[in-house]
Every structure is written in C-alpha cells, then in structure tokens.
C-alpha cells in the first residue's frame, strides 16, 4: 500500500491562507517521520512550496530518510480557482523549489483538496508533463463535505499526457460510495473496523493519507491563543479525533505494509507496473482493480 502524507500548516492551509506558515508543521511532520521509521517504512510526502520555503531542512531530513518529495503545489489553493497560467506557475514553482532543496527529481502531485476537476485535465496535464512529473494523485472518485468529483471520468488526456493517475482508495456500498483510507474519515472510525476494511484493500495500490497536524492535538488551543475564530463546522470536522491519530497510525503501520509511490513504481528496482490504479471495495468484498476502458495500462 501505498503512505501519502499532505504537508501543510492548518492555520495556513485551512483556516486562512493569507496566515504565515508556522513551526508546527515542523514538528508534527517530524512526529510522522520518527513512526515511519520506528516501522520501517518508506512514504510519499506531497509538500507545499511554502513549507519547504520556511522549512528547507525539514525537507532534506525526509529526502535523506529515502522517502519520496512530491509536491501539493505552492500555497494551497484550489485549482479550480486558478487561470492556466497560475496552474503552471503553481506546479512549476513548487516543483523547483522542492528539487532544488531535496536535491529528488520530483515525479508526483497532489492538487490541494484533491480540487482538480474534468473541465481542467487538459491545461492541468500539461503543467505536469511540462514540470517532468510522471503521475498524479488528486482523484478523490466520490462527492464528499468539501471535495470530490461523482463518476469516473475518462483519463483519455492523462493517457495522452502519459500522466498515470492513482486514485485515493474508497470502499462501496450499493451505489453509494463511501471514503475511509484516511484525513477525518480515519480519526473518525474506531480502528478495528478500519483494519477490516484496510484488509480487503489491494495490498500494492491502495493509497493511504494524512496531514501532519492530525496528530498535533495542541493546535486548537494555540488558535484560540492567537485570537483566531474557527468556525463551528470545522472545530468538529478538523479537530475531533487527533487525540486517537497517532495510536492508529502506529496500529496501521504494524498491521499492513506501506511503500512510496516512487519506490513501488518508478525508480529503479521498483516491483509494479505503474499505471492508473483504483483500489476500492465493492460492497465488502476484495476487489482486485481490473483494467477498464479508461484505467488502461500507460507506457513510459
Ligand atoms: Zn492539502
């Protein structure tokens, strides 16, 4: 399976992206690495430009512990929200600045808030392919709170690209799709039933997710400190749980086996082909991703 982790600042990422980036993220994404290493795993880090620019050393202690620098753009906004030209700009600054410090050649994105849409694939893959990325994980496939797109698009333009899109993994009921594998659903959800679920998972291509500040259970304090006002909805939605986070995380790294996108599938040495992957459940039972008309196997 494969371990993401979006690094960014709440106060700036979330609560309001005109706010300077703080040291917590410093510290809660050292908490994330030191139970990576404790398990000895390998993990994929989407950071924003902004962290990196605060933080360079932080961003040479995840490179040199062999884990994978991608990058989740530069400040965080929507991509819906920006013109071709800021979508270029935001993979391409973010992108440099990210190789030049790690010293990896960047292959992957995040778009924040997995806010890429169909009407946007087009100018979208072409900031990738222009910034030498190889493959992207943005596809949230289920309407949710605040993300998501409804049905399955056709990856006809990735294809076109040679963009491989890994899809965040979901679990299915009837119609209904249902999140887990990760952010709030996983604070939420006692850990025994997502193990339940996490084992019907495929074991190479489901994808996992997680911010460093879901473990810091200090934060809303400190925002309250600052004389910040947090709406209701997200001292519910973004706070509730991280007290049981990192207990979990532990659980979850010692019950399953977790990779970076980059060593499971581009460098060299890596086991599996890559190719667009959705590992999801199907009303309870394994499900093995098939190739569909739109999931086809990417060359190159
Ligand atoms: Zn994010």
């Known amino acids: 399976m494969i371990f993401t982790i979006d690094v960014e600042d709440w106060t700036q990422s979330v609560l309001n992206n005109k706010n300077p980036v703080t040291d917590r993220v410093l510290h809660n994404t050292l908490r994330v690495l030191d139970m990576l290493d404790e398990h000895g795993h390998k993990a994929t880090f989407f950071i924003l430009g902004n962290v990196a620019k605060k933080h360079p050393k932080l961003i040479r202690i995840i490179a040199e512990a062999g884990h994978e620098v991608a990058s989740h753009g530069f400040h965080h906004d929507s991509i819906f929200t920006l013109s071709k030209e800021q979508i270029l700009e935001d993979v391409s600054s973010s992108v440099k600045l990210l190789e030049d410090t790690s010293g990896q050649k960047v292959l992957g994105y995040r778009a924040p808030d997995f806010s890429i849409r169909e009407s946007l694939f087009e100018w979208y893959c072409e900031a990738l392919v222009s910034n030498g990325l190889r493959y992207d994980s943005s596809l949230f496939p289920m309407k949710v709170f605040k993300y998501g797109i409804e049905k399955r698009y056709s990856l006809d333009i990735f294809d076109k690209h040679g963009i491989n899109e890994h899809y965040l993994s979901y679990m299915k009921f009837g119609e209904q799709k249902l999140p887990f594998f990760g952010g709030g659903y996983f604070r939420l959800m006692p850990y025994s039933m997502t193990k339940k679920l996490t084992s019907q998972l495929d074991s190479t291509s489901a994808v996992f997710y997680m911010h460093p500040y879901e473990v810091d259970t200090d934060e809303l304090a400190y925002v309250k400190s600052t004389g910040q006002k947090i709406p209701l909805k ?42 667009h992957t959705l590992s999801n459940i199907e009303e309870g039972s394994v499900v093995t991703p098939q190739p569909e008309v739109a999931y086809e196997k990417v060359s190159g």
């Open 234 to 275: 997200w001292r519910l939605s973004q706070f509730i749980g991280r007290d049981t986070v990192e207990q979990k995380i532990h659980k979850l790294m010692s019950d399953f086996e977790f990779n970076s996108f980059a060593n499971e599938y581009y460098l060299e040495g890596a086991t599996s082909v890559a190719q």
